[in-house]
């Protein structure tokens, strides 16, 4: 209730501020089963287009435990449900947490296996998450305003989804499966960022 409540009020903001934005490829997101969407992380917009872009799905989101230092912001992201995660040391929790949430609920997961912003180097976390808790991953990207001076402008936004895909445990002929997986999730981003060129 209070994450679509947050989400409306979100909504009507993106389309004061910015207008209206375009989604393509939202046939792609499952219909009948939880899933994972992942995306390059490009700004801290990123997340709420993600999300206005699924609706009415709702999703959980890794955080990094910094975020939770402050009681009212702690308050307000966990109602959102995010959870919080060590980036420098990660236990067992990180991804434990998340599968036990795509297995036993009804939200989805966004994560950024970029980890920080603007870095390229794929973490093996999100393949992990796929494959322990059999959901499919559904790779998507967002161009557009990545400042709040940007969103002022009311730059052109675009989410674009990707065809979901399954994590599977083995892959004949292949000996590092995450690693294969990671760079279908690289060659994906790729892929969905060249459309806007086309």
């Known amino acids: 209730m209070f994450f679509s409540f947050v989400r409306l009020i979100v909504r009507l903001l993106i389309l004061t501020l910015n207008g209206r934005y375009k989604v393509q490829g939202k046939e792609n997101l499952p219909k009948d089963d939880n899933y994972i969407l992942i995306a390059p992380h490009r700004s801290w917009i990123d997340p709420v287009y993600l999300v206005l872009a699924a609706s009415p799905k709702q999703f959980s989101f890794m955080a990094k435990k910094e975020l939770f230092k402050n009681p009212l912001f702690k308050w307000l992201i966990t109602k959102m449900n995010a959870f919080p995660v060590d980036r420098k040391n990660p236990g067992p929790s990180a991804i434990k947490t998340p599968v036990k949430i795509l297995k036993e609920t009804d939200l989805g997961l966004v994560i950024f296996p970029t980890g920080t912003r603007h870095s390229t180097e794929l973490k093996g976390g999100a393949v992990t998450i796929a494959k322990m808790s059999k959901k499919p991953i559904v790779p998507v990207v967002y161009h557009g305003p990545y400042t709040f001076k940007d969103l002022l402008k009311r730059q052109k936004a675009t989410v674009r989804f990707g065809e979901p895909f ?8 292949i000996k590092d499966v995450t690693a294969y997986y990671s760079e ?4 994906a981003f790729v892929s969905l960022d060249s459309e806007d060129h086309k």
Request: hydrophobic content about 35%.
């Open 166 to 173: 399954m994590v599977e445990r083995k892959i004949e002929g």
């Open 184 to 187: 279908k999730i690289q060659d």
